[in-house]
C-alpha cells in the first residue's frame, strides 16, 4: 500500500516496520512529528515517552540497546549537543539490539538559534549517518539503519533536515518485523566504559569504521548516476532533489545516501569520470572538504553560500550560468509579517510589566523567546536551553548587588525541567540573590503542545505523577517561592518588585495556560469606546489584534483576531476598553 507521508512520519514508519520496541525524545522542530507519529502505534508494541531532555532520552535510549531492544531517539540539531556526552561513549559501547538517532538540522534557522550542521558529530563520534532525500528514503533509511546497527554493533544517525522532515512524498507502506527483545548479557569489557575498558574499545571502533567504508563503496545507499555527462555533481539529502530539478540529465550524480563514512574509492572513481565535478551540500563544506582531503579538484563552496537553504535556481545559475525566470512583481509591497506572541498568550503581561520595570532580562528558548520584539523588547539574552537562569547567575556574579535588583531571568515550565534547575542549583549553592521567573503555561508550547513533567499526562494522554514546581523550587534550597497570575497587572507587578529587591535568590512562578490550549475558553471580545484618549498605552502590549489608524490615531481590536483574554482592559487606565459577549 501507498501512502502520503511527511519525512518525519515515514522515519516513524520506518521505525516501526523495523521493530522498534523503545523511543524516548524531547520535543525539538523539526524532529518533533516522529516521536508524536509513534505514539500513535500501538503501546504494547513500542513504548514511546517524552522524556525531561536530550541527554536523558539518550541515555534511556543506550540503555534500551544494551538491553536488547531496538530503541530510538529523535531530535533537532541542538538537540544533538545535549545528548552528545552520551552518544560519544555508547559510540565505544555499541548495541546488542539496534540504536538509532534521528537528528534534524534546520537550514534558514526557521525555528533555531543556529545553523550547526550535524554530519560533524558523525565524524567526532566515529558513527554511520545515512541522509534520506525524501519519504520513501526516510522510512527505507530507518529501516536500515537499525539493521547496520546490529550488523556493525554501532549506533547510527539519521540525519534529516526541515525540508526533508516537512515534505510529503509517497511511500510504499509494509509490515512490522515483530521482532522478540534479544535476551539481556552481562558484559563488562563491552558496557562498563572505564578507561581500562575504553582503550580496548576504541580499538574496535576504529576497525569497525574501517569495515564501514569498505561497506559504503558497495552500499546501495550510494546511488551514481550516468548521464554521459562531463559535468558531474557530488551531493546528498534535500540537495540532491534541489539539483536534480536544476539540472535534470545534464549532470552525472554521485548521490551520497550514507554521508559518513565516505568511501573514497567510490568518490575517487566518480571523480575520474567527470571533467569537472561540483560538491553540492547545504551548510557545511563536509563532503567537499573530505573531497579536498582526497586530493581531489572539486568545485565547492566558492560558488555556493555556506548560509540558509539552496535552491534550484542558485544551483542553475552557479552550474549552468542561467539566470533565475524572470517573475512578476506584485504592484503592492508584501507586508513583512514578524513572529508575534499570540492573541492571549500569557507570556505578554510578564514582558509588559519587565519592560515597565526597566528590568534586564535573561532570555530563554520557547515562545517566550518573542518577548525580545517589538513593541515589548524585553528580552536581553537568548543562548540555549535553560541559559537564562545560569547566564543572569553570571552577569549577577560580576556586575554585583545594585545590578542584580535589576535583573531577572525567565523560563517556561519545560525548559526548566529540561535544563533549568541546575542552574538554580548553581545560584543557591554559590549565594546568589537572583530572580527567577518560571512561565508556566501548562504545556511545551513552542513546538506544539507536547506534554512534560509538569503537566501530568504522558505523550499518549495517560495520567501520571505532576512535578510540583513550588515543592520542587522549595527543595532546591529557594526560600522564596510565589505563584502570580501575570494578566493581573497590578499584583503581578508588585510581586516583581518585592521578589527583585530580596537579597537571596526567589522564584517567581508566573501561572496562566496557553491560550491555545483546548481546555482554555476565553469568551466574547474587546472593544474600544467613546473613552479612549488615544494615549496608545494598550499598543505596548505588542497584542495582534490591537492597531492604530495611522492617520487618524485610532485605536482598534479586531475582533477577528482578539480572543477575550481580557489583558487589554487591566492596562487601560482610562478604562476605554471593554469585554462584550
Not at 520535543?27 to 508494541?45: F, K, Q
Not at 515483530?178 to 571502533?205: D, F, Q, T
Not at 569497525?208 to 546511488?223: D, G, Q, V
Not at 497570575?485 to 510581586?495: G, L, M, N, Q, Y
Request: proline share 5%.
Amino acid at each position: 500500500m501507498k501512502k502520503l507521508l511527511l519525512g518525519n512520519a515515514a522515519v516513524a514508519q520506518g521505525a516501526y516496520e523495523a521493530g522498534v520496541h523503545f523511543v524516548s525524545s524531547y520535543p525539538g522542530t523539526p524532529s518533533t512529528e516522529i516521536t508524536e507519529c509513534m505514539a500513535t502505534y500501538p503501546a504494547d508494541e513500542v513504548f514511546v515517552e517524552w522524556a525531561p531532555n536530550e541527554k536523558v532520552a539518550a541515555e534511556a535510549v543506550v540503555g534500551a540497546a544494551i538491553a536488547g531492544g531496538r530503541a530510538m531517539s529523535c531530535c533537532k540539531h541542538v538537540g544533538l549537543n545535549v545528548m552528545a556526552d552520551a552518544i560519544f561513549t555508547d559510540s565505544y559501547i555499541g548495541v546488542s539490539g539496534g540504536a538509532v538517532f534521528c537528528v534534524a538540522d534546520d537550514p534558514g534557522m526557521h525555528s533555531s538559534q543556529n545553523e550547526q550542521d550535524s554530519r560533524h558529530y558523525a565524524r567526532a563520534a566515529k558513527m554511520p549517518m545515512l541522509e534520506p532525500a525524501d519519504s520513501s528514503e526516510c522510512l527505507n533509511y530507518t529501516k536500515l539503519a537499525f539493521d547496520l546497527s546490529e550488523q556493525f554493533d554501532t549506533p547510527v544517525f539519521v540525519r534529516l533536515s526541515t525540508r526533508v522532515s516537512h515534505s510529503q512524498s509517497l511511500v510504499e507502506i509494509g509490515e512490522r518485523d515483530n521482532r522478540s527483545v534479544k535476551a539481556y548479557e552481562k558484559n563488562i569489557p563491552k558496557h562498563v566504559m572505564m578507561p581500562a575498558m575504553a582503550r580496548g574499545r576504541h580499538v574496535l571502533v576504529e576497525e569497525r569504521t574501517r569495515k564501514l567504508m569498505e561497506y559504503a563503496a558497495t552500499s546501495p545507499l550510494n546511488i551514481r548516476e550516468d548521464n554521459g555527462a562531463k559535468i558531474g555533481v557530488i551531493t546528498a539529502g534535500i540537495a540532491y532533489e534541489y539539483a536534480k530539478e536544476a539540472l535534470g540529465d545534464k549532470v552525472n550524480y554521485l548521490k551520497l545516501g550514507m554521508v559518513w563514512p565516505l568511501s573514497e574509492t567510490l568518490i575517487r572513481d566518480f571523480v575520474a569520470s567527470c571533467e569537472k565535478v561540483y560538491v553540492i551540500e547545504e551548510l557545511d563544506p563536509f563532503i567537499e572538504n573530505e573531497c579536498r582531503a582526497m586530493g581531489l579538484d572539486v568545485c565547492g563552496k566558492e560558488l555556493f553560500t555556506l548560509l540558509g537553504e539552496y535552491t534550484p535556481a542558485m544551483i542553475a545559475k552557479a552550474v549552468l550560468g542561467q539566470d533565475a525566470p524572470a517573475h512578476t512583481t506584485p504592484a503592492e509591497a508584501i507586508p513583512n509579517r514578524p513572529p508575534v506572541l499570540c492573541p492571549g498568550c500569557p507570556h505578554r503581561g510578564t514582558f509588559y510589566v519587565l519592560k515597565k520595570l526597566g528590568l534586564t532580562v535573561s532570555g530563554d528558548i520557547g515562545c517566550y523567546t518573542l518577548g525580545a520584539v517589538a513593541p515589548l523588547t524585553s528580552v536581553d539574552t537568548t543562548i540555549c536551553m535553560g541559559a537564562s537562569i545560569s547566564a543572569a547567575h553570571g552577569m549577577a556574579k560580576v556586575q554585583g548587588t545594585e545590578f542584580n535588583k535589576k535583573l531577572v531571568s525567565v523560563i517556561g515550565d519545560s525548559t526548566f525541567m529540561h535544563s533549568g534547575m541546575t542552574g538554580l542549583v548553581d545560584i543557591v549553592y554559590n549565594k546568589g540573590a537572583n530572580t527567577v521567573i518560571i512561565l508556566d503555561n501548562s504545556i511545551t508550547g513552542m513546538t506544539g503542545h507536547q506534554d512534560n513533567p509538569t503537566t501530568g499526562k504522558t505523550i499518549r494522554g495517560e495520567a501520571t505523577k505532576q512535578v510540583d514546581l513550588i515543592q520542587l523550587c522549595r527543595a532546591l534550597g529557594v526560600e522564596h517561592v510565589c505563584v502570580c497570575d501575570p494578566f493581573d497587572i497590578k499584583a503581578f507587578e508588585a510581586v516583581v518588585r518585592e521578589e527583585t529587591a530580596r537579597d537571596e535568590v526567589s522564584v517567581i512562578i508566573a501561572q496562566r495556560p496557553c491560550a491555545l490550549l483546548k481546555s482554555v475558553k476565553y469568551e466574547g471580545h474587546c472593544e474600544i469606546t467613546e473613552a479612549c484618549r488615544k494615549c496608545k498605552l494598550c499598543m505596548k502590549l505588542g497584542c495582534p489584534a490591537i492597531s492604530v489608524d495611522k492617520e487618524t490615531g485610532t485605536v482598534r481590536i479586531d475582533a477577528t483576531q482578539c480572543n477575550g483574554c481580557g489583558l487589554c482592559v487591566g492596562v487601560c487606565p482610562f478604562g476605554a476598553i471593554v469585554k462584550v459577549d
